[in-house]
């Protein structure tokens, strides 16, 4: 096994067993609008989630922004527009 792959491997393997229980709540949708991207992601003593998804045009974007707020009212929503 090369080097890189081996780094990798042991990345891999603390983050599987990092220990989460002591991680507070955080739950949010990051929207970047330049990169016409969505964040949606969850971590605390349960673990952690993440989903991205890129593309498509700011119509789009914006019509999966509402989708998924209003599938998850409790998280925080964070727009991001760097131009």
């Known amino acids: 096994m090369n080097k890189t792959r081996l780094h990798k491997e042991l990345l891999k393997q603390q983050l599987m067993n990092y220990d989460y229980s002591n991680t507070p709540v955080d739950k949010s ?3 970047e609008l330049d ?3 969505i964040t ?3 971590e ?3 673990g952690f989630t993440h989903l991205r998804a890129s593309g498509g045009s700011i119509e789009n974007l914006v019509e999966l922004m509402n989708k998924r707020a209003a599938e ?3 998280y925080d929503l964070i727009i991001v527009d760097k131009a």
């Open 35 to 37: 990169y016409k991207q």
């Open 40 to 42: 949606v992601s969850t």
């Open 29 to 31: 949708i990051l929207v």
């Open 44 to 46: 605390g003593p349960s």
């Open 72 to 74: 998850n009212p409790d």
